[in-house]
């Protein structure tokens, strides 16, 4: 996936802003968004549990080529028996829930994506790029945020493949302070609903590898 991209696409998403709305460190915020099937979920419902919030767009190269390797998935397999808790969040205005429940069924994602089309919940917690990864700890406190992994990391090729979200659930697992709390997300970026989006025509077209889509 590190080459997936290049030229001035690569550059747009290696400059993804690092900052966030909710540090990390402090609690995370409160939310209730349906998923794509309307079923409600408030992130107050799993405290108790460890809780990740992936933010993703399936008209993203990154997303796209993410889903193909099943980087996510593998995750969530490896340790939903542990009672860790998954959910995906779309921030994208023009995305439908339909059009999520088309792309669950077609990469047999399961768990739940939360529908967040004005951004709202999105803002919130400062969400940048898709994807872009939030750990919440068993007490809900925002433990990490940032990339799931270091593949555009230009230190890569020295240290080897990492992914953060494992090394950081893997230490909550042991009861250890996560080695990684904060690094700078790659992606697209999010499709927040611009200003009078109704009069900007019809939904944007897919993103495709080697294009370069705007914002």
């Known amino acids: 996936m590190r080459y997936l991209l290049s030229g001035g696409l690569l550059v747009w998403m290696l400059l993804a802003s690092v900052g966030a709305a909710t540090p990390v460190g402090a609690p995370a915020p409160d939310f209730t968004l349906p998923d ?9 419902q799993y405290r108790g549990r460890i809780v990740v919030l992936e933010w993703t767009n399936e008209r993203c190269p990154f997303v796209q080529e993410h889903y193909q390797n099943k980087t996510m998935i593998r995750l969530y397999e490896k340790y939903r028996s542990k009672g860790i808790v998954w959910l995906a969040v779309n921030s994208s205005y023009f995305n439908t829930p339909a059009d999520t429940r088309r792309w669950a069924q077609k990469n047999g994602i399961p768990y739940p994506t939360l529908q967040d089309p004005d951004g709202a919940v999105g803002r919130l917690y400062g969400a940048r790029t898709t994807p ?9 406190t925002l433990v990490y945020q940032g990339a799931i992994d270091n593949a555009y990391d230009p230190d890569r090729d020295r240290v080897g493949p990492v992914n953060y979200v494992e090394q ?35 939904r944007p077209r897919d993103f495709g590898p080697g294009s370069r889509p705007g914002g």
């Open 36 to 44: 794509e099937h309307g079923t409600p979920h408030k992130l107050s």
């Open 132 to 140: 872009h990864m939030f750990v919440i700890d068993r007490d809900g």
């Open 168 to 202: 950081v659930l893997d230490a909550l697992l042991r009861g250890e302070r996560p080695p990684v709390q904060e690094t700078k997300p790659y992606g697209c970026t999010v499709k927040y609903k611009p200003a009078q989006a109704s009069r900007l025509g019809p």
